[in-house]
Structure formats: structure tokens, C-alpha cells
């Protein structure tokens, strides 16, 4: 399975970007994508996760619940994170990243495969 992450940029606060995953690679379908990111001097925390490139079930870190939103297009092979209301707290790398479904879908130790990330600036 390989990722290609997009969509990174600056934004002032309370503004909105859309974050793309695209996957490519033979066995990527039986896979569920999600969203992790790391600020500077942090570590890798989960963001959200979505468990069928079809929809399905979804889940989110609680700092986002509410202003984020993951979506899959199958005919696309993407997924999107789309940001809504960010926060300068907000502001880090931003990686895409594929585990077996089966997986616990929280735990970044789930995931086989990684994007090579997005940088997300969020000004105040």
C-alpha cells in the first residue's frame, strides 16, 4: 500500500483546509485509513479514522470531534480530512496512514503503512 498525503498550508484561525490520502497498491482496499499528526516537540497523536473506503464507521480524537470530518471516495482511492474552525493548537505534520481493519483503530502501532505527512500552519 502506498499513501501520498496532500492538502497542507497556512491558514488563519477559525479557517478551513481539506487534507487528501491517496492510495494506490494491490491490497489497499482491505485497509481503513487514518489521520495522525505531530506538532513540534510532541508526540504522534491520532486524529481520525475511517473504517471502509465505501463510508463506515468513523472515529475522532476528542480535540477535534465536532470541527473535523473524514470521508472516502472509493472510485477515487482517497480519502479526505476536511479541517473546519482550526485552532492554532492545531498546528503539525499531518499523516495518513493505513491499518488492517481488524486493527484497534486508535493506536498508531496499528498501522503498517505511512504518508510521508503535511505540514498544517494554523496562525493566530
Known amino acids: 500500500v502506498q499513501l501520498q498525503a496532500s492538502g497542507g498550508g497556512l491558514v488563519q484561525a477559525g479557517g478551513s483546509l481539506r487534507l487528501s490520502c491517496a492510495a494506490s497498491?494491490?491490497?489497499?482496499?482491505?485497509?481503513?485509513i487514518g489521520w495522525f499528526r505531530q506538532a513540534p516537540g510532541k508526540e504522534r497523536e491520532f486524529v481520525a479514522t475511517i473504517t471502509s473506503w465505501s463510508g463506515g464507521i468513523t472515529y475522532y480524537a476528542d480535540s477535534v470531534k465536532g470541527r473535523f470530518t473524514i470521508s472516502s471516495v472509493n472510485a477515487k482511492n482517497t480519502v479526505y480530512l476536511q479541517m473546519n474552525s482550526l485552532k492554532p493548537e492545531d498546528t503539525a505534520v499531518y499523516y495518513c496512514?493505513?491499518?488492517?481493519?481488524?486493527?484497534?483503530?486508535?493506536?498508531?502501532?496499528?498501522?503498517?503503512?505511512w504518508g510521508q505527512g503535511t505540514l498544517v500552519t494554523v496562525s493566530s
Open positions: 496512514a493505513a491499518r488492517r481493519r481488524t486493527e484497534p483503530p486508535r493506536v498508531g502501532a496499528s498501522y503498517d503503512y
Open positions: 497498491g494491490r491490497t489497499f482496499g482491505s485497509y481503513a
